[in-house]
């Protein structure tokens, strides 16, 4: 059983064929997302990335936003002319609004396919099923999901709360303020971000990716406490993999 495993960020598209141990087979394809990107590119999209891949039995998809049984409730990105932090367009808007992007994806590949927040199958590919376990990733904006027991619990959009008054996480935290501040004020905001946020979730573990997890530097890492690690960001293309593992014990 061969899984394509599929990250859609902001800024690029990631894929790979996984075999049922976990490892990739041929190589792993990035491509930029397209912009402007309506639901209905998208879903051509995904027909190309499959195209582009080894030959799979099934599909996942991992994507920014709020993703309700394969459902489009909100994606923060997409609905913008130019992609993440430019201008809202209306009828991008429009075609993404309760929008089946699981089933639309299906039909066009004829695959049984898996669509869900792009933090959540990240957090699939990181976990060890038990106690309360919490992921934040860290690239263009910020994502989450939390995990009880290997359970996954309903999502929330962390990015979307405040920091202050009109500013939202998923700016304060993003890319475009790392490159704005630098990456040695960016680290002090991970790590007050962590400090902010442990005693809400209370967590056994937190784990951090995302590709700027990577940048997370050494003197922040022993700062964040026992109970964080950090993870490779490729985590979500074995997430990919992992979450039909998980919904088949379910």
């Known amino acids: 059983m061969f899984t394509l495993s599929i990250d859609c960020g902001g800024s690029f598209i990631k894929s790979a064929v996984l075999d049922q141990s976990g490892t ?3 190589s792993e394809q990035r491509i930029p997302t397209p912009y402007p990107l309506s639901a209905e590119r998208f879903v051509k999209t995904m027909g190309d990335v499959v195209a582009a891949n080894a030959p799979a039995d099934r599909i996942t998809i991992g994507m920014p936003g709020m993703i309700r049984h394969g459902v489009v409730m909100h994606t923060p990105h997409y609905i913008n002319e130019a992609g993440p932090f430019t201008r809202r367009d209306a009828d991008l808007a ?7 992007v699981q089933r639309a994806v299906a039909a066009v590949t004829g695959k049984p ?6 933090a959540e199958v990240h957090a699939a590919g990181v976990i060890n099923g038990t106690g309360l376990e919490v992921v934040f990733t860290l690239g263009t904006g910020l994502g989450s999901a939390m995990f009880d027991g290997g359970v996954l619990a309903p999502h929330m959009e962390l990015s979307h709360a405040t920091v202050r008054s009109g500013v939202w ?15 040695a004020l960016w680290n002090r905001r991970v790590r007050l971000m962590v400090e902010r946020w442990r005693p809400v ?6 784990y951090i990716g995302g590709g700027n997890s990577r940048l997370v530097t050494d003197a922040t890492r022993s700062r964040l406490g026992q109970d964080v690690v950090i993870v490779a960001n490729n985590s979500a293309l074995f997430g990919g993999k ?8 379910s």
Request: hydrophobic share 40%.
């Open 94 to 100: 429009k075609s993404w609004k309760s929008f089946d």
């Open 113 to 118: 396919t898996i669509v869900m927040n792009d």
């Open 201 to 206: 979730f209370l967590w056994d573990r937190l």
């Open 169 to 183: 996480y998923d700016h304060w935290i993003g890319e475009e303020e790392r490159q704005r501040i630098g990456n």
């Open 242 to 249: 992992r979450l039909w593992d998980f919904a088949a014990r």
């Open 24 to 26: 990739i087979h041929g």
